[in-house]
């Protein structure tokens, strides 16, 4: 190096200059201390084993080799082998960094706090195992030659794999100031705090979290005064788990709708980019899992139920990719380092298994959580004082997925229904004392927290009474059917009386999907069993509930974003939910799920397709009447007289005749048809199904040789009850591309190689 570089002028020496001048004549120092800890740099006796591999159970793990504790460029710990490579692009002295914002480089350091976080989980009959077995030294696949780690599929050095680094950096630099005001942080974290973490526990150590985050709000007020920035580094994990908190202490938050929906995409686009800059694909640990957990519960309360699921199963897998569904035995020889470790460890687990599991008990599909895992984390006194609120999830949980995933629900006999009812009723009776009454409560979070766990196990209890009502189940006797179908009624009015009440003291029902879609589809399912007329009660409730779903909020001056929908309700619900909620609606005030037949004009399913729903009834008239037409029948006059008939005798036999009219119709649209012949050949009796459930009787007696219009054909009377509910909350779409994400997009064109980039192109 020159002289004039190494004696650069002091005016305008910059502190970044500094700092790579100091770097670059750094001694190389060679690390004395064992490798275990190198890596949880602590001070080192080199006795061999040491003192602290003893005290922490390892003295295997004690090595001194060179090749085993130097920079790691071979047999480093599994997601640490590129703990260097991760530091380097931020260091002071890369052109790199230099070329993008210092100071947002500086502030965001991609590194890993502790080396067994990062540790990658494989098998006992995995092939890094066997070659475990076969080593010289019994150390575990951390060791095995870099080599070699990559056809093994355990090398995790490589940079994020789905977008470039040059791309990263951009976007780094762009949100380096995007972090609110310390007020700003402060007002949603506390409301986090109060709200969705006791009822969620997304975050395993929020007293910790809160007191690095204080931490860190001082060091960036010091920076901002001071000329000399003394930024300490920052994991790209834990700021997606603070800017997480942030989405979703902003849905929670006492704002209106549009204002709660900016912020929290604003605030969980930030924390994914977080995840990718940390590479929370190859390099995985638990704070990482934790932001994956909160940026699909916003994704699910912003009702993109469907992308939450997805990303649960993601999470899912690199939670058991860190080894967190297997458990280490707890004998009481451990510390109570290690302990509290572990139990960190199944909280997390378990808190992804919950989340698994509810959301894809609300789509019937198989949560990936059912598998062999850890124990239920739960305290010291609560086999003997009773469950707190997130144990009690645990359990409940539990019980779902091992005994109410789709497959089990299938081959559920009636005695196995009362046993998995009762195993859901016992949970509320192995609460802490001050949640097992009402009376009991002490504070408002303890009768919240009573309202929703008697809210989730109503819910479920009427979820494995639901094959009752089920069409064709020759498992259950009629008396065994009538029993289930009373107990599934009782215990749906009893999951809207608890919505209602959580309603009453705080916003959680109506802002989570998961206590809104337990609510309304209760309600919606109360009123296609009929008990809208019935039950009195039951119509209050439902009417209680659609105030609920439609209240207002405070008018708000800012107009949002473009993308966002601004509305003067207080909430805004979309696909499933909506259709359900038009469909509660149309039965509380006209006591049908269609409405009446002036709104029939279009669909009332709002942006879905509606390809599995009945409620687009009107396409039956239309088909009746260019059936009867193409059939040549002397039908009445047809055109806008909803009132008009056709002749009994030309209705096409769907398998025969009508041409192209039955490629239009689906499965419940052709079962109209069907029902109308046979009330025909009947006499124009009721169902026997319909009068078994009790459901109204929409359509009048017929008339000797004409069929009514299909278009007042109410769902209720050919359908039975569970698939009406799964027509209106579920739909089937086209797996294949519809072209729905068609884009105008040109990429420019290149010239053939050796040709000047003005070249004239002919196509």
């Known amino acids: 190096m020159s002289d004039t570089q190494d004696s650069p002028n002091l005016e305008d020496l910059t502190p970044e200059e500094a700092n790579r ?274 940026t699909s519960f916003v994704l699910l309360n912003d009702m993109k139920a469907e992308a939450s699921w997805a990303l649960l199963g993601l999470t899912c897998r690199l939670a058991q990719s860190l080894g967190l569904h297997r458990a280490q035995v707890l004998d009481g020889r451990q510390t109570a380092e290690v302990v509290k470790k572990e139990m960190a460890r199944r909280k997390l687990w378990w808190t992804c298994l919950w989340h698994d599991t509810l959301t894809s008990l609300s789509f019937d599909r198989s949560p990936m959580t059912n598998i062999p895992c850890c124990p239920i984390p739960i305290s010291p006194t609560a086999e003997t004082e009773g469950w707190a609120y997130l144990e009690a999830m645990y359990h409940l949980c539990q019980i779902i997925s091992q005994r109410m995933n789709p497959d089990a629900v299938a081959s559920a006999t009636y005695v196995q229904i009362l046993d998995n009812c009762a195993a859901l009723e016992g949970i509320r009776e192995k609460l802490l004392v001050q949640l097992r009454n009402k009376e009991d409560c002490k504070s408002a979070l303890d009768r919240l927290q009573y309202f929703a766990i008697r809210l989730h196990t109503s819910f479920m209890i009427s979820v494995c009474c639901r ?26 009015t009893e999951t809207v009386r608890m919505f209602l009440a959580m309603h009453q003291l705080s916003v959680i029902p109506t802002r989570s999907w998961a206590f809104t879609y337990h609510g309304l589809s209760s309600a919606v399912l109360l009123g296609i069993l009929g008990e809208t007329k019935a039950d009195p009660e039951v119509r209050q409730l439902q009417g209680d509930l659609i105030s609920a779903l439609s209240a207002t909020a405070a008018k708000e001056q800012t107009s949002p974003q473009p993308h966002i929908h601004k509305t003067d309700l207080d909430i805004e619900l979309s696909g499933p939910l909506h259709r359900a909620l038009t469909a509660l609606k149309n039965i509380y005030d006209h006591g049908s799920v269609i409405g009446p037949a002036i709104k029939r004009e279009g669909s009332i399913s709002g942006p879905a397709s509606g390809t599995r729903t009945p409620l687009q009834i009107s396409q039956l008239a239309g088909l009746a009447g260019s059936s009867s037409s193409t059939g040549g029948s002397n039908a009445a006059s047809t055109g806008n007289n909803h009132n008009s008939g056709m002749n009994a005798g030309f209705v096409p036999d769907m398998h025969t005749r009508g041409g192209g009219a039955n490629m239009n119709l689906d499965p419940h649209q052709n079962a109209a048809l069907a029902m109308a012949e046979m009330r025909q050949e009947n006499g124009g009796q009721m169902s026997e199904y319909g009068q078994t459930h009790g459901m109204a009787p929409f359509l009048q007696p017929l008339q000797p040789g004409v069929l009514p219009d299909l278009a007042n054909f109410d769902p209720t009377t050919y359908m039975s009850p569970m698939d009406l509910y799964d027509s209106i909350f579920w739909e089937s779409p086209d797996p294949f591309n519809t072209g729905v994400d068609s884009m105008n997009f040109d990429f420019l064109a290149h010239p053939p190689p050796g040709q000047p980039p003005q070249q004239q192109f002919y196509f």
């Not at 189940?473 to 749906?492: T, Y």
């Open 21 to 294: 001048i100091i770097h670059s004549h750094r001694k190389v120092r060679y690390g004395t201390a064992c490798w275990p800890c190198r890596q949880r740099k602590v001070k080192c006796d080199n006795q061999s084993p040491c003192e602290n591999c003893v005290k922490r159970e390892h003295p295997q793990l004690c090595s001194y080799k060179p090749n085993r504790s130097g920079s790691g460029k071979s047999g480093s710990v599994v997601g640490t082998d590129a703990s260097q490579s991760k530091k380097r692009p931020h260091s002071p002295d890369d052109p790199a960094s230099r070329s993008t914002s210092n100071e947002a480089r500086e502030a965001i350091k991609a590194y890993e706090p502790d080396a067994a976080e990062v540790t990658r989980y494989v098998g006992q009959n995995s092939l890094p195992a066997l070659l475990r077995e076969t080593a010289n030294e019994p150390q575990d696949v951390n060791f095995i030659r870099q080599d070699m780690r990559s056809l093994l599929g355990l090398d995790n050095s490589a940079p994020f794999p789905l977008m470039s680094s040059r791309h990263l950096d951009r976007l780094t630099h762009d949100i380096s100031s995007e972090l609110p005001s310390d007020r700003e942080v402060m007002k949603l974290f506390r409301t986090y705090k109060e709200i969705p973490q006791p009822f969620w526990g997304f975050v395993i150590d929020i007293d910790d979290l809160e007191s690095r985050l204080m931490i860190y709000l001082e060091d960036r007020a010091k920076n901002a005064r001071a000329s000399t920035k003394t930024t300490k580094p920052v994991s790209a994990s834990w700021l997606a788990i603070l800017f997480a908190v942030l989405a979703v202490g902003s849905q929670y938050h006492d704002s209106p709708y549009h204002i709660r929906t900016r912020d929290s995409q604003r605030y969980i686009q930030i924390s994914f980019h977080f995840l990718r800059l940390g590479n929370f694909l190859l390099r995985p640990n638990l704070d990482s899992i934790q932001a994956m957990l909160m």
């Open 467 to 492: 094959p009752a009502l089920m069409r064709g189940n020759a498992r259950l006797d009629p008396a065994q059917k009538k029993m289930l179908g009373d107990k599934c009624k009782e215990n749906l």
